[in-house]
């Protein structure tokens, strides 16, 4: 609050009524007893009335004699102190879980001081340090506090603090009205969002707060897959809009980045502005309109009603769970308060950790956040050492050919419900696959995909011929802030190790923090010594050389399933091995990829690579990238043309930085119902491309002999009708121009209009949910399988390409450290004989159990025909 009498107007009238109300209820439960909870209610109500009417009554003249300077104080005073309450009500929650004498027991705290000494001592030094470090912890994801289980607790708790630091400050100082507002309305909306926990003990309301976690998780879900899009589409209209035959267009919602991502997420909630796109050249004008049309179709019609589908799925199989959680939620508000108050008992807490540890291996899920763990029973996990090293050699171990390798063959089985994959010991190959090498590699590829969208999308934005002279400060503060960022960490993977990628983790964050801080003091007289063409062609060799590796990356995929000796340009033993290899990528690799692609175009597809979706793409994407960064730097051209293809490479490998989702934790699951959704998708558009022609070319008709030119003008032409047609199905369209006919031709108009809303809206989209919904509530238990699946051709990917693992068997190549003998060799084969033979014992117990099943029921059908016709035989006998 400012010390302005007239604006503390509101602020009084809040105090005024709101105060009474609160403080008289707040005194009224020291003497709250449960069975006669109503009464009070009765007596408090009633006690508030009666102060509440002669304080209103006198409002006017109480509000003359206030010092509104010590009103706003005695506010800031309170709100300090409540602040303080929550925040040591939620340390001594956090803290509930351990004892007072481990809370006490560290070298700053005397042990013979008296006890009023060891808390205070406690809670001024040592709470606030643990708190700041298990959040941290936490932070990084490895919390060792219970208390940050709760998704309310890892906000509460830093909420409370800065509401501490918030009112002190505004006691101390008068604070400005930008910093008070910029701090005090994200605490504001925190603290009442966070209200939403008091109703745990609420009846019917408490059953949703359970659910709403759920719910929270599908969307978290929906919004790490749609990432990659977001970003695809706001660099794409950026980059678009960034020049207009020489000057800027008239598209405020696209002027910087910021602006274009908000523009661009707004699209998700049905926002779309046309009229920027009309400005465009004839050249970027189509590739315009195709981005926003694709866009609106994939969120609008796509994705939405997939989010609409998990969360009804969620809903649905939800409702008597969310009564079991609203119990928990429930008992877990009592725990909370017994270890404030300090009356839970040792065996209360050892009950509570044994339940802590329950719920958090029944949680557990199958796929981790940057891996995955086989789901393993507590007999398997006592497998003996080494039946689990013999697993481990089978994981590393191969030839130079990795299409001999098992899990290429169990990936690429022809049959496609071939169950292996699911087999404890082939999960445990692959994850041990992926804590060997295949994360490092993951991360590494990661980063410098990174680099070459920040390279690709810079490039794109600068101009490198003879009339460049800059300044290209955007392009300057990426590469110094992001550009940094990722290089230290791109250096750092080479450090990086799957059991300490937490530690790793903190270390680089700290070098990338430390760096940047002196990256931009400097900033200033960096930027007076940068030659602007220098630092343009710098960038495009980043993006020639990012490109070339990748491109590298798919060859080398591609050709992995083939025998190495088969990747010489010449079968001769004179011409040096690197030469042969160089030489057969230059010339023969070419010709052979181009031939497979062609292949697989005419559906004759021999390679295994082009089995991927994902292959298909981005082969000739990269192919494409390496031609346009090498035009950059040799022959640097400006024209619409170069801004449309780097916009479209752009686009292209932004979307397709989605497949390294598909070793997220929950994404990972919509990449392959994506493939099921897509082919939704195609057969609605199918069914509904007639009607889209039909009343294009009717509407293109009917406005032929508008008198109003200008309401006319969305009708003008048959691409301008049947953009305007479509947009109908994403529930944006104007009756402006219907308003301007006339006659027979109005009502015809309107007719059209009517029964196209009806049909697209009302009837077609609706039938698009409930196939979408029906895809989803048959596919997500599939997708948990195939996104495994996914993740094991991750880990092959990184084995096709890394020559470093291929390990031959011979006398002088040693293994995990030790020599592998032919008894070692057996044994390895023995093992896994015995576990795919217990497998298929398994499966063949269960099919038997089936068939009879199966016999039983059939006997029984049987005997229920016979009853029927009995019964018959009875009706026709009595009717005669």
């Not at 909630?269 to 049309?293: A, C, H, M, R, T």
Request: aromatic share 14%; charged share 20%; glycine share 4%.
């Amino acid at each position: 609050m400012d010390v302005k009498s007239e604006d503390h107007i509101p602020q009084f009238y809040v105090w005024l009524n709101c105060g009474p109300a609160i403080i008289f209820p707040l005194f009224g439960t020291i003497s709250f007893e449960y069975k006669t909870r109503n009464r009070l209610r009765n007596i408090l109500l009633l006690l508030v009335i009666i102060v509440l009417i002669p304080l209103n009554y006198f409002a006017p003249e109480l509000k003359n004699h206030i010092n509104w300077t010590a009103f706003s104080i005695v506010n800031n005073a309170v709100l300090l102190i409540t602040a303080l309450y929550f925040v040591l009500f939620e340390m001594n929650e956090m803290f509930g879980e351990i004892t007072t004498k481990s809370r006490h027991d560290t070298w700053y705290i005397p042990q013979n001081a008296p006890y009023f000494i060891k808390e205070l001592m406690f809670y001024t030094i040592r709470a606030p340090l643990t708190c700041c470090v298990q959040y941290l912890l936490m932070v990084f994801g490895n919390a060792k506090a219970v208390y940050f289980q709760s998704y309310f607790n890892c906000i509460q708790l830093p909420a409370f603090a800065a509401l501490v630091v918030f009112s002190i400050i505004s006691l101390a100082t008068t604070i400005s009205d930008d910093p008070r507002y910029l701090f005090g309305i994200p605490l504001t909306f925190l603290l009442w969002a966070l209200g939403i926990q008091y109703l745990e003990v609420h009846n019917t309301a408490g059953y949703l707060i359970p659910m709403i976690s759920k719910l929270v998780h599908d969307v978290k879900r929906f919004l790490a897959f749609y990432a990659p899009f977001q970003c695809a589409y706001a660099f794409a209209y950026y980059l678009l809009f960034l020049n207009c035959d020489g000057q800027k267009c008239d598209a405020p919602a696209y002027e910087t980045l910021t602006q274009s991502f908000i523009t661009t997420y707004l699209v998700m909630l049905q926002q779309l502005d046309l009229e920027p796109f009309n400005q465009l050249s004839p050249q970027k004008y189509f590739i315009g309109y195709v981005l926003v049309l694709t866009h609106a179709t994939l969120v609008m019609v796509m994705l939405l009603n997939v989010l609409i589908a998990i969360m009804s799925k969620s809903v649905d199989g939800g409702l008597e769970r969310a009564k079991l959680d609203a119990l928990e939620s429930f008992a877990e508000c009592v725990v909370r308060s017994e270890k404030i108050a300090g009356l839970a008992t040792p065996k209360d807490k050892e009950i509570q950790d044994l339940y802590n540890d329950y719920k958090q291996r029944r949680s557990r899920d199958d796929i981790n956040i940057l891996g995955f763990e086989a789901e393993v029973d507590s007999k398997d996990a006592k497998m003996e050492a080494d039946r689990l090293e013999n697993i481990e050699k089978i994981a590393l171990c191969g030839t130079d050919n990795v299409n001999t390798s098992v899990l290429f063959q169990i990936l690429h089985d022809p049959n496609p419900k071939n169950p292996l994959l699911e087999h404890k010991a082939i999960k445990y190959i692959v994850n041990f696959k992926w804590e060997i090498f295949g994360f490092q590699m993951y991360i590494q590829q990661l980063l410098i995909y990174t680099l070459l969208l920040m390279s690709l999308t810079l490039a794109v934005s600068m101009d490198l011929s003879k009339d460049s002279k800059g300044p290209f400060l955007t392009q300057f503060y990426m590469w110094l802030n992001a550009g940094t960022a990722i290089l230290i960490a791109l250096i750092g993977t080479y450090f990086l190790k799957y059991k300490e990628m937490v530690k790793w983790s903190q270390i680089t964050v700290l070098l990338i923090a430390i760096t940047l801080c002196l990256l931009n003091y400097f900033a200033t007289s960096i930027l007076n010594h940068v030659n602007w063409l220098a630092f343009a062609i710098v960038n495009s060799v980043v993006l020639f050389l990012t490109s070339l590796f990748f491109l590298k990356f798919e060859v080398d995929e591609m050709y992995a399933q083939t025998d190495s000796e088969y990747r010489v340009f010449i079968d001769s033993e004179n011409m040096p091995h690197l030469l042969n290899r160089i030489l057969f990528y230059i010339f023969s690799a070419p010709f052979e990829i181009l031939l497979q692609f062609l292949y697989m175009l005419l559906g004759r597809n021999k390679a295994v690579y082009f089995q991927s979706n994902f292959n298909r793409i981005q082969l000739p994407t990269f192919v494409v990238l390496v031609f346009f960064a090498g035009a950059e730097l040799i022959y640097p051209i400006t024209s619409d043309y170069r801004s449309i293809i780097g916009i479209l490479l752009c686009f292209i490998l932004w979307a397709l930085s989605i497949q390294y989702l598909e070793v997220h934790a929950t994404a990972g699951y919509l990449i392959p119902m994506m493939t099921s959704l897509v082919i939704d998708i195609y057969r609605f558009l199918a069914f509904y491309l007639p009607f889209q022609c039909a009343y294009a070319v009717a509407y293109y008709l009917l406005f032929q002999h508008c008198d109003d030119p200008e309401a006319a003008k969305p009708y003008n032409t048959i691409s301008q009708s049947f953009i305007t047609t479509y947009l109908v199905m994403l529930q944006q369209f104007d009756t402006g121009a219907f308003d301007a006919l006339s006659g027979a031709q109005y009502l015809v108009g309107y007719f059209l209009l009517l029964s196209h809303t009806t049909l697209v809206m009302v009837m077609l989209l609706n039938v698009l949910v409930a196939m979408l919904t029906n895809s989803v509530e048959d596919g997500l238990d599939k997708a948990k399988r195939e996104a495994f699946r996914s993740f094991a051709e991750c880990v092959l990917r990184s084995e096709k390409t890394e020559d470093r693992l291929v390990i031959n068997f011979d006398e002088t190549t040693p293994l995990l450290s030790a020599e592998v003998e032919e008894d070692d060799e057996k044994a390895t084969i023995e093992s896994v004989s015995d576990e795919l033979k217990d497998f298929r014992e398994g499966v063949a117990v269960e099919m038997t159990a089936l068939k009879t099943e199966v016999a039983d029921l059939k006997n029984d059908v049987a005997g229920l025909k016979e009853l029927i016709q009995a019964l018959r035989n009875d009706i026709a006998n009595n009717r005669n």
